[in-house]
């Protein structure tokens, strides 16, 4: 009866971990990467559209990204949509593609970012904990139902607390990854 709530959980802790990668991703670090601008939000239609669903986005070179609109009538809401996303990069546009170099970052940038990876970072651990909190509270509930027994329940505590470091030490991983990324040169 344990293993079902450890699997939820650990299904949930997984999702967690994924969310995490992609807002790291979308972290700048100086250098061109189509994940800084996937989650910018286009309006598209009255409706706020993801710009990796409106259009194709490279990088050529190490500063330099290139947005292909599927629609060329949506060029002015895709440049308005990364003026207003505070990525400090400025479009530049002939009508049909959308051109957005990236500058190289200055230290002071750099510790804003890397005070803001810390942020997301802190923000899915404690994700991570509450999750194993109601998976915690779920095991309770089936002792006292005496659905499993008071030794069922411990060894599903210690599971627990193990399958909640492994994802915290994943989080850690993913962040000191992208730190050793934004303080590199």
């Known amino acids: 009866m344990i293993d079902p709530v450890l699997l939820k959980a650990e299904e949930k802790m997984k999702t967690s971990v994924d969310v995490l990668k992609r807002e790291v991703a979308g972290v700048r670090t100086g250098r061109a990467s189509p994940a800084l601008v996937e989650h910018v939000r286009v309006d598209f239609n009255g409706v706020p559209t993801p710009l990796s669903h409106v259009a194709s986005i490279s990088a050529s070179g190490n500063n330099l990204l290139i947005i292909q609109p599927w629609d060329p009538n949506i060029v002015n809401a895709i440049e308005k949509a990364i003026l207003k996303s ?23 940038r750099r510790e804003e970012l890397t ?23 779920e095991l ?24 909640t470091d492994s994802f915290v030490g994943m989080i850690d991983t993913v962040g000191a990854t992208k730190e050793a990324e934004l303080r590199q040169v």
Request: charged share 40%.
């Open 86 to 108: 505070n990525l400090g990069l400025t479009p530049t546009s002939d009508g049909h593609l959308i051109r957005l170099v990236v500058p190289p970052l200055s230290e002071e």
């Open 140 to 163: 309770k509930k089936q002792e006292k139902a005496k659905e499993i027994s008071q030794d069922d329940l411990k060894r599903g505590e210690t599971k627990l607390q193990k399958l």
């Open 115 to 137: 005070k803001m990876v810390k942020k997301m970072l802190e923000e899915q651990k404690i994700v991570v904990r509450n999750m194993r909190r109601d998976a915690l509270e």
